[in-house]
């Protein structure tokens, strides 16, 4: 029964196979019921680095509270002032003040407020820098989360196009979706800003324009470096960045779900992703670093600057040239206040708008396979003693009407080479996918060894299964792991792999490339070669080999081959397939023939089966290709 993926996300979410409109086309009341995203995605944080989002909350709080200290202090030195102004005193000129003391309690207030400034400035750099961190940290995990999840969804998901609009989604969400990180532990600082302001701290120390130039030149140049240094780093490593983007879509796509399957590849594709994602993190975090400190060094230097202006202007207002008025900031800190307020609304609009998208990725999480290991799966038989057995098996892919194969009944000897052949959409690779239990059958079962395929560890399965689709999968790997793939887990048996490719004929097409087995296949990155297709099909046979398994199925991959170079592949296949279980499909009769025993399919159902000289003379639609098959090489 195909599955209801509208239903399987929150009740509130939109339809999955649905286009998400805009945020600024959502109403207010859709944009704060996407608030229920937050607390999950908070979760999801706190589960990336507990440690970082701590540092982050600690941080952000201080900083928060620096504004309000930092105008007490302001309001202190002008009472300060004040006061002096009006107190009758008997100094005249600065070093007499100097002396007489009475200008300690207002030095001790501007160097206090001078530190509160620096601390407020090294507060956030560590703030920018927990944040890059751990939004590039919770980018990662995500994205390694969804590929992981991705494994475990079953080829239905896969071949599903509601399921591929909430993948592809899914994905974008993964990795841009860190920015609200940052936006949410900003909206918090700022509501605690606000809070402090409203409760009567409204005194906003004086601002000097020309200086403030000047103390804003520093921070601006080493912003302006740090900046040049990450584009460089970006540009550098586009190649990297790409291989990345690569390494992700394999590990979660359509066009290779089949193979990840059969192969056990998800491991091996999730840790080539945490490389490359950690050594990203490592030249990042290296130049995030250098950022922190000296854009926090730059910014002391101006800030110096910006003090020695106030504390100039304090002197001439103790000297009588301005008035106490010019140390009045009450207006301005409204206007802060206010500013403060529409940020904080206009920041709650943006993230109620980006919680909407949180749904895509959240209700991916939720969907679950219905393929799965049995609670106590049954022992795989080494070696397979009886054979398999299709026993009245019907099947149709989810919301297809027509039977892709129904009341399919006939037996694989184990041993035996089987071949398969038939029109196209006969059912020959609906089986396949029912012998590797991409698929489960609708009616009747599939019988190993005496007991349902069901009964048995599906991983294990699909271990002793070596499959080589029409349809495989084009690595653009190096030649030797595009056959490593077949047993990843022998990737670095180099003698393996390469006695998998004498068997496959591919070992004659790897040593004539210039890098040998390590020479990246394919165009996507630049010092890749590209193969024919007759040379993909060797190398992508070389796996079924590789994977020495017990059960061998060709599913049609030599269809780019002549006929001559087909029936060398098949000759060398039946050679090295003895004592294996075997399956062939193709819609070359002068190949097949060459198997054991021969199953004619027509429209789902077994028309006939028997050896190549029985069908003959049987007279029917397999000697009937035969002959036109055979007619077009006289």
């Not at 037996?411 to 991409?438: F, M, Q, S, W, Y």
């Not at 698929?439 to 007991?451: A, K």
Request: glycine share 8%; proline share 4%.
């Amino acid at each position: 029964m195909p599955k209801n993926y509208a239903s399987g996300g929150r009740a509130a979410s939109p339809r999955p196979g649905d286009a998400l409109p805009a945020p600024e086309g959502r109403s207010w009341r859709e944009r704060l019921g996407a608030l229920r995203n937050i607390p999950p995605f908070l979760k999801l944080v706190w589960r990336t680095s507990p440690s970082l989002t701590l540092g982050q909350a600690m941080l952000r709080s201080a900083r928060a509270l620096l504004p309000v200290a930092t105008l007490y202090v302001g309001k202190l030195i002008i009472d300060e002032v004040v006061r002096l102004v009006q107190a009758p005193h008997a100094a005249d000129g600065l070093q007499q003040w100097v002396a007489s003391g009475l200008l300690d309690r207002i030095g001790l207030l501007l160097a206090i407020e001078f530190g509160l400034a620096v601390l407020s400035d090294v507060l956030g750099r560590a703030v920018s820098l927990l944040d890059s961190l751990l939004s590039e940290r919770f980018s990662n995990e995500t994205s390694l989360r969804l590929m992981g999840h991705a494994a475990t969804l079953d080829l239905e998901d896969f071949e599903d196009s509601e399921l591929q609009d909430r993948l592809e989604r899914a994905r974008r969400q993964a990795a841009g979706r860190s920015s609200l990180i940052g936006q949410l532990f900003s909206q918090a600082q700022d509501v605690v800003t606000v809070a402090s302001f409203a409760a009567g701290l409204l005194i906003y120390a004086p601002w000097l324009i020309a200086f403030l130039a000047i103390a804003l030149l520093p921070a601006f140049i080493g912003e302006a470096h740090f900046n040049a240094q990450s584009y460089s780093l970006n540009y550098a490593r586009t190649p990297e960045r790409r291989e990345l983007d690569y390494v992700r879509q394999t590990g979660a796509s359509a066009e290779t779900a089949k193979e990840v399957k059969i192969f056990g590849l998800n491991a091996f594709l999730i840790d080539r992703y945490r490389t490359l994602a950690t050594s990203f993190f490592e030249a990042n975090r290296r130049i995030a670093l250098r950022r922190a400190g000296w854009g926090s060094l730059l910014s002391a230097i101006g800030t110096i600057a910006y003090y020695v202006a106030y504390a100039y202007i304090v002197w001439r207002t103790l000297h009588g040239d301005f008035s106490i008025g010019d140390l009045t900031f009450l207006a301005g800190s409204f206007r802060r206040l206010r500013n403060l307020l529409e940020n904080l609304l206009m920041g709650f609009s943006q993230m109620a708008g980006q919680a909407l998208y949180l749904d895509d990725l959240f209700s991916f999480f939720e969907i679950k396979p219905e393929i799965v290991p049995p609670p106590d799966p049954r022992p795989f038989p080494v070696p397979i003693k009886e054979g398999l057995a299709f026993e009245n098996v019907g099947f149709r892919y989810p919301g297809a009407e027509r039977w892709a194969v129904r009341g399919m009944t006939f037996k694989l000897h184990a041993g035996e080479i089987l071949a398969l052949v038939g029109e196209n959409g006969a059912g020959k690779t609906t089986l396949v996918k029912l012998l590797a239990r991409l698929y489960d059958p609708d009616e009747g079962r599939i019988v190993l060894d005496g007991h349902d395929l069901r009964e048995y560890d599906l991983f294990a399965i699909r271990a002793n299964i070596g499959v080589i689709f029409q349809d495989f999968v084009r690595y653009h790997f190096t030649a030797a792991d595009n056959i490593a793939v077949g047993r990843i887990e022998a990737r670095n048996d180099r003698g393996r792999i390469i006695a998998a490719a004498k068997r496959s004929l591919a070992d004659d097409v790897i040593r004539k490339l210039p890098n040998g087995y390590d020479q990246i296949l394919g165009k996507r990155f630049r010092s890749g070669i590209d193969l024919s297709g007759g040379e993909w099909q060797k190398v992508a046979i070389a796996r079924a080999y590789m994977r020495d398994a017990q059960l061998l199925i060709l599913d049609e991959p030599t269809a780019a081959l002549d006929a001559r170079s087909e029936f060398e592949v098949f000759k060398r296949f039946k050679e090295l397939s003895r004592g294996k279980t075997a399956v062939l499909i193709s819609h070359r009769f002068s190949s097949v023939r060459m198997a054991d025993r021969i199953v004619v399919l027509m429209d789902g159902a077994v028309e006939a089966m028997g050896t190549h000289a029985e069908l003959l003379e049987q007279g029917g639609r397999y000697a009937e290709l035969f002959e036109l098959q055979a007619a077009g090489y006289r």
